[in-house]
């Protein structure tokens, strides 16, 4: 699953899953940067 499906996901709990299986994968940094996309991401879309 990339980022552009994760986006379409309404159900929170499914994200939340899918992100922590995603960021299993992923080396240190990357999962710094894709923290900080999320986070900004999320924020956008509540506001």
């Known amino acids: 699953m990339n980022l552009k499906q994760m986006t379409k996901i309404k159900d929170k709990e499914t994200m939340i899953?899918?992100?922590a299986d995603l960021l299993a994968l992923l080396p240190d940094e990357e999962v710094a940067r894709m923290y900080l996309y999320i986070n900004t991401w999320y924020l956008k879309?509540?506001?």
């Open 45 to 47: 879309s509540v506001v």
């Open 17 to 19: 899953k899918e992100l």
